[in-house]
């Protein structure tokens, strides 16, 4: 089975090479998104297979020349390759539906290394292979991100992301230093036999967070995420927000729950489960304000991880206070919200760029009733946006209910500022929930319903073929997932076992249950309920009503007649992205986002009109665009001062450096 | 026996629920009437409506897509599922074990975005201002929601509303500050979701008031009958809600034979009747409060309910 896997990878790497001269054909660039298609559905085989088999490690005959690079698959990663491969494999035959000519090379090239690389970085069993896995990731993901620099925006989004990418790598590699210590062996066998303590452990889970928390998009790391997620093609976009922040987040678990070693206090997952909250209402609510399609889901993307951190944090919590149960519960929310959201949010992203096709805009404001135009594509968004507003029966809600259930037997914790932080962190879930439904009906509802507000919205066309088959059937997996999150538990178990040391709360495939005698969840059977609830209605109305209905115009609240130059009428008078997110940029922008409105009143006589503006600033953007070069202007000015010593001076600081290496040689190994 | 029984048991709640709801509604208006020195319509005149807008054919408009056609039926069907789950005169019905407090909101959930995406469908000015105004809220209400559960769910240990039913009526738990607090949150909530006053008016169509009107303002015959009904089995489900949890008095234990639910069943006509009366009082003593004052008054929801779960551990530590 690994074999099987490295093989995989190492054929992705000789796909990306093998582009360079295939881009030049369509038939070429089919071949490599076909083969990048069938790669993912390998993945997803491979994740089944060592779920249901037993860890496998494999020494690579090849590797830095202090060992051989180690692979190794185990029950966690068979786990994470589920939600890589589906995302990649549905973004691929999308990819695969909309080549038509030939292709930029740089746009090809890097795709199959990029899908590589987050494969690589799942299978690592040492620190080595999992740093070049992930920096493989990040670098070829900005060369994607980069593809179109005639955009003064997608440049600057590319240079950021590139900033946070070698950043986040920095602090990668500074955790594996501090995990190894002074032996120096990156192996993850050597790593858990000497698993950390105290402060180290903290420093550790710190550096983890900031290294791949910023991959992942947890706050306040996040603000490269909705740059860089609009910027790419759109199904590099779906695979960056559905998959590779998963992989971030997978290696978040390997380092919480694997490498750092059972014997963890349960304030460990505070700053996760803190972090987590307040990812999740940030991304919720900048998604509501935002009025591009893609840069509004990647906020939403934002939100997500965030709900998955704080699953992360409740289990690392859980497990610090010796209670297995409730620590497999949390680990259960985490996972199968990571499968779940990697599934509606590739989906999400697909659509997007489909509307982007047939409607060749992003802009919430320059679309809208494309449901009469795009049908197919409108139903299939309806179940992923279903999806991301939690509503049963549908994936979002079984794995957003046993994350709230987590949240409310957090208490048992029993550290009473633990408590309290909990309580807090359940209200701030719950909101960011709810602001995602909101994000989510402005979302589905301006870009497909209501009437078309440019020409280009009124004459979209959608695609058939391939294009079509990727956004139905990850359509088609989110109402199944949604209906068997027990199979789903039941195939994720000794992945559970593997971070909580045991199984979930179980009752058998119909349902999923928050404890012992807890409450339970039962998916099928709501939905039949909902289904007979609904029939009923259907069949009372349909009796006693007449059949049919009449058509005639809208009504227009008294608006006059729109003039001749406005063929689709005044959008003046239909809800605007900017009108919609009114009511919450009052309500919650002005104090946690900095929103404003101004209105410039003409004077008296004047007779131009009066102007409203509106905008809002993340805090965190403010914090990277304000101090941070400022610092970084101070430290360059201290720096460029070495230029202008002598050679005495040279010479002083290098010996200098030396002793203090020394020193701190002698003084670490009584530690 | 006791399978029958729980099986008798729930087809007669649903029975009562859909029957008792357009009654509840129009007992409520009656109520209010009387207190402002009007005669009122009769309590009966919900239904009568809904009979007489079944009769007539919608007027749809040109550009409407499917969703203005589905959405009514998504409405009802969520609103009765919901209402099927929350026990009122009896617990251990056939549905118990699927009465969770958090999948109940989500059904609620389910029957708002099937309500905003038919405010938007057609592309009308009001359909999208109510739309939006609606998600807003019911994201501030959502909060104070799930803290409230949090209270019930630490006292109960579960969050299924049979259970916690049962456990508030058996557990001896007596009169708690934590639990006080968490009724105030959930009628305030309560409130919110109904479009009860101070959040929105449920008797105009005028723009400033505006929530769930707005939303429905295209909606005409069988579709408004059916907009109508799903309003009302909200407004009988809250109360039914707050009824099982915070007054289980009456309630026929589960497993119990048929002359148990008689007396079940005039426990909860009273507490209906007493609720109802309730609120006609609390909306004819208050006015509607602006559209941006929603926000402080359902964040007050949400601190009180924070509050009584703090109170709990720390009351917990004390003991």
């Known amino acids: 089975m690994l074999t099987a896997l490295c093989l995989i990878v190492g054929l992705l790497v000789l796909v990306g090479a093998a582009a360079l001269p295939l881009a030049g054909r369509a038939s070429g660039a089919r071949l490599v998104h076909g083969i990048t298609a069938l790669a993912g559905a390998a993945l997803v085989a491979g994740g089944i297979g060592g779920l249901l088999g037993g860890p496998e490690v494999l020494h690579l005959p090849f590797g830095p020349p202090w060992g051989p690079a180690r692979l190794a698959i185990d029950p ?35 795709w199959p290394i990029f899908v590589a690389g987050m494969a690589l970085t799942i299978l690592a069993a040492d620190g080595f292979t999992l740093l070049l896995g992930f920096e493989a990731m990040s670098l070829a993901s900005w060369a994607l991100v980069a593809h179109d620099d005639a955009q003064p925006e997608n440049r600057r989004a590319a240079r950021i992301y590139l900033g946070f990418a070698g950043f986040g790598g920095l602090a990668l590699v500074l955790a594996f230093g501090v995990l190894s210590g002074v032996a120096g062996d990156t192996a993850f066998a050597a790593l858990r036999d000497a698993p950390p303590e105290g402060a180290r452990a903290f420093a550790v889970l710190l550096l983890v967070l900031a290294g791949a928390g910023s991959k992942a998009g947890i706050a306040p790391l996040h603000v490269w995420l909705p740059l860089a997620h609009p910027a790419a093609p759109s199904h590099v976009s779906a695979v960056m927000s559905g998959a590779m922040t998963k992989v971030a987040l997978y290696v978040i678990a390997r380092f919480a729950f694997d490498l750092m070693g059972p014997a963890q206090p349960f304030w460990l997952g505070a700053p996760l489960i803190a972090l987590g909250a307040a990812s999740a209402v940030i991304g919720a609510l900048r998604a509501n304000l935002e009025d591009d399609t893609k840069v509004l889901l990647a906020c939403s993307t934002i939100e997500n991880i965030g709900l998955i951190a704080m699953g992360l944090g409740l289990a690392l919590a859980f497990r610090g206070a010796d209670l297995p149960a409730l620590a497999a519960l949390a680990a259960a929310a985490a996972l199968l919200h990571t499968l779940n959201h990697a599934v509606f949010k590739t989906l999400l992203f697909l659509v997007a760029g489909e509307v982007l096709h047939g409607a060749l805009s992003r802009r919430l404001d320059r679309l809208g009733g494309l449901i009469h135009r795009m049908p197919v594509t409108a139903w299939a968004a309806l179940a992923g946006v279903a999806a991301a507003a939690s509503l049963p029966p549908l994936s979002g809600f079984a794995s957003e209910w046993l994350l709230l259930q987590a949240l409310l037997a957090a208490w048992r914790v029993g550290d009473i500022a633990f408590q309290m932080g909990v309580a807090a962190a359940t209200a701030l879930a719950a909101l960011a929930a709810a602001l995602a439904a909101a994000a989510m009906v402005r979302f589905w509802g301006l870009v497909f319903l209501g009437r078309p507000r440019t020409p280009r919205a009124a004459g979209a066309v959608e695609r058939t073929g391939a294009s079509q088959w990727a956004l139905l059937v990850p359509a088609a997996l989110t109402i199944l997932l949604g209906l068997v999150p027990g199979t789903m538990l039941d195939l994720a178990e000794p992945a559970l076992r593997l971070m909580a040391g045991t199984a979930a709360p179980q009752t058998g495939w119909l349902a999923i249950g928050a404890a012992e005698g807890g409450a339970q969840y039962w998916p099928i059977p709501v939905a039949l309920l909902l289904a007979a609830a609904i029939g009923l209605t259907a069949w009372v109305v349909r009796r006693r009503a007449p059949a049919g209905v009449v058509p005639g115009p809208a009504w227009d609240c008294g608006f006059i007649a729109a003039p001749q130059h406005l063929p689709f009428g005044d959008p003046a008078s239909q809800p605007s992205a900017a009108g919609f997110a009114q009511p919450l ?25 009066a102007v409203l503006t509106t905008g809002f600033a993340d805090p965190a953007m403010a914090v990277l665009e304000g101090p941070l070069p400022r610092w970084r202007d101070a430290l360059t000015a201290q720096a460029e001062r070495l230029r202008g010593l002598s050679i005495r001076q040279c010479l002083g600081l290098t010996f200098g450096a030396v002793v203090l290496m020394l020193a701190l040689l002698a003084w670490l190994p009584g530690r | 026996m006791a399978v029958v029984w729980s099986i008798l048991s729930q087809l007669l709640h649903i029975a009562l629920v859909l029957a008792a709801a357009p009654l509840l509604t129009g007992g409520v208006r009656w109520l209010k009437a009387r207190m402002m020195g009007r005669r009122g319509a009769h309590p009966i005149q919900p239904l009568r409506d809904l009979v007489k807008l079944l009769r007539k054919k919608p007027v749809v408009a040109e550009n409407a897509s499917a969703v203005s056609l589905a959405a009514p039926y998504l409405a009802v069907g969520a609103a009765v599922a919901a209402a099927a789950l929350v026990p009122t005169f009896a617990r251990g019905m056939a549905f118990a074990p699927l009465s969770d407090f958090i999948l109940v909101a989500g059904l609620l959930a389910l029957g708002r975005v099937a309500m905003a995406l038919a405010g ?125 949890v915070f007054l289980p008095l009456g309630q026929a234990p589960a497993g119990s034979a048929p002359h148990l639910w008689v007396v079940g069943l005039l426990a909860w006509g009273m507490k209906m009747a007493g609720l109802a009366l309730g609120l006609a009082a609390f909306e004819s003593a208050i006015a509607k409060m602006r559209v941006f004052r929603v926000p402080e008054f359902l964040g007050a929801a949400l601190l009180l309910g924070l509050l009584g779960a703090v109170l709990l551990f720390v009351s917990t530590r004390l003991a």
């Open chain 1, 585 to 609: 940029r009052r309500m919650l922008g002005t104090s946690l986002l900095g929103a404003h409105e101004h209105v410039a009143m003409p004077g008296p006589g004047e007779t131009r009109a």
């Open chain 2, 120 to 244: 938007l469908d057609v592309g009308t000015p009001f359909g999208g201002l109510g739309a939006s105004r609606e998600m807003s809220f019911a994201a501030l209400a959502e909060p104070a929601l799930v803290v409230a559960a949090l209270t019930l769910a630490i006292l109960a240990g579960t969050t299924n509303l049979d259970a916690i039913a049962g456990a508030f009526r058996d557990g001896g738990l007596g009169l708690r500050v934590s639990l006080g607090l968490a009724l105030v949150a959930l009628l305030a909530v309560a409130v919110a979701e109904n479009a009860r006053i101070p959040v929105d008016n449920p008797a105009t169509h005028l723009e400033l008031t505006m929530v769930h009107e707005a939303m429905i303002l295209e909606a005409s015959g069988r579709h408004l009958a059916l907009w109508d009904y799903a309003a009302q089995l909200r407004l009988l489900l809250w109360l039914a809600l707050l009824a099982a």
């Open chain 1, 76 to 110: 966690l990663s068979a786990w994470f390759l589920l939600p890589l491969g589906l995302s990649v494999g549905c973004a691929s035959l999308f990819a695969l539906g909309g080549v038509h000519g030939p292709v930029a090379p740089r746009l090809l090239v890097p």
